[in-house]
């Protein structure tokens, strides 16, 4: 069924031009600048030269738009190239190969691939998963302040490899951090799944379930109260974590 780019409007007769556009769309000229539609309005107007679209005539005439088209055009390469190693992945399981794709796409590319929350996330989980830790470590760091909608994520992901590295004590510090921002985004503390998780590491450091309680509960009243500055939380783990070793 025919679908017009633009204003996706279809149709089992629904008639478009070369461009995928509709007649109704075919004066626009649209592309996606970090998520957001960028129009072009060329009504009224036609490409003067002749064999070339009006959109032609925009990358070839206009540098706005030819700047924000090569953006684009640039990171769909660099969203095709990892698909492509995925796929690749899963024929040879060459997970080097893998992260060498990712690291150009998502650290080395100029400009880096952006918009991508899934892929930045997959990086990590890839050095995490070839025992990678320093790298892991690092390129968490790396993100963490320019993608603050993951910090649950990224914070849980540090939790895994202070885990790895049986560094208990601090892996239960960023396992408290990782819900207290997943409290933040998800409206709620789900403290059964915390304490699931925080008992397989209180079982490495011989603390109780009455221990365990004790940083649920810093976590839950800190989300009860809405405050959701890690540096109160560390603060208070770090205060319960002198008592408990007392």
Known sequence: MAKCK????????FKLDKNGKCKDCAYKAIISVDGKPVVFDVRGKTAQTKGETIEEELVR???????????????????????????????????????????????????PLKNAQSHTMYLAELYIKSNQNDKAWSYLNSILF????????IRYAQFKVLKKEKKYADAMEMLMLSYLFGSKMNHTFRESAFVKEATTI???????????GILAQIVGNQVQRKNYDESELIRLF????SQFCS
């Open 202 to 212: 209180a079982n490495k450091l011989n603390w109780d379930s009455e221990k365990v």
């Open 61 to 111: 005439t206009n540098p706005d738009y030819r700047e924000l088209k090569n953006g684009l055009d640039h990171q769909d390469k660099l969203i095709a190239s990892i698909q492509d190693a995925r796929e690749q992945y899963k024929a040879d399981n060459d997970i080097d190969k893998l992260i060498a794709a990712y690291e150009y796409a998502m650290i080395k590319a100029n400009p």
């Open 6 to 13: 633009i204003c996706g409007k279809s149709g089992l007769f």
């Open 238 to 241: 770090r205060n319960a974590l």
């Open 146 to 153: 320019s993608h603050k909608e993951l910090t649950g994520k």
